[in-house]
């Protein structure tokens, strides 16, 4: 198994501008995480979904940031515009259930200029 | 409010030696418990989990945990530690995936 997959692995943009980060979970997990990791603030949990529902998006800053799964092998984060505030490392992770280990991608560095 | 304390930044023991790693929490109920361990520039692994049971978890690469609720504390120890293990170490608690609270990290530096 490929594991879960992110892309980009590294991201360098500029204030103002469109970002947008990709995933791909293990096939045949039902569960997939958005997790935004800075020094000052830890590992944050932003969204997740179940069965490509989005159930709870409390973790999401602000208007500017967006989630979608369309299906059950695919997930987007999107920011816009984008902020400097924003450069952290993302992560999604994957679960067979929501009750079950999750399973971490390698994660998108962000660096907003 | 549930919360995850790992009292220590940063860890250095040489190659060999023991290693323990803290993890305090609070949590209104017995919570689901869980060690991660991050590489440079890698995702999160699992190390290991406590749901129930056996007090004492054993996880891969040699390491365990011990769940005391009575000190509210879910301690990673290993017998012997190896260079490879140099890491970042995430201590977790919830009740599920959707309710999942990460300790700031405990870096761990090993001297050769």
């Known amino acids: 198994d490929a594991g879960v997959i992110q892309s980009p692995r590294h991201e360098v943009t500029e204030m103002g501008q469109e970002v947008t980060l990709r995933c791909k979970p293990i096939?045949?997990?039902?569960?997939l995480f958005w997790y935004r990791q800075t020094m000052m603030r830890g590992l944050e949990l932003l969204i997740y979904f179940n069965n490509n529902v989005p159930i709870d998006d409390s973790g999401m800053p602000e208007d500017r940031f967006s989630a979608k799964m369309p299906n059950a092998s695919f997930s987007t984060l999107k920011i816009q515009p984008s902020e400097p505030r924003d450069s952290a490392v993302y992560f999604c992770?994957?679960?067979?259930?929501?009750?079950?280990?999750?399973?971490f991608g390698p994660g998108t560095r962000l660096l907003v200029l | 409010a549930q919360s995850v304390t790992q009292p220590d930044i940063h860890i250095t023991v040489s190659e060999g030696a023991s290693l323990e790693l803290r993890c305090n929490y609070s949590?209104?109920?017995?919570?689901?418990l869980f060690w991660y361990v991050q590489s440079p520039g890698q995702g999160l692994q699992l190390l290991l989990k406590?749901?129930?049971?056996?007090?004492l978890v054993q996880g891969i690469k040699g390491f365990e945990a011990e769940f005391k609720r009575s000190q509210s504390s879910f301690n990673l120890r290993k017998p012997s530690v190896h260079w490879s293990d140099a890491a970042e170490y995430f201590c977790a608690v919830g009740a599920g995936n959707n309710d999942m609270r990460f300790g700031a990290g405990t870096r761990l530096t090993v001297k050769p």
């Open positions: 406590y749901f129930s049971g056996d007090t």
């Open positions: 992770a994957s679960t067979p259930s929501e009750q079950e280990t999750q399973y």
């Open positions: 949590y209104g109920a017995t919570p689901y």
């Open positions: 096939s045949g997990h039902n569960s």
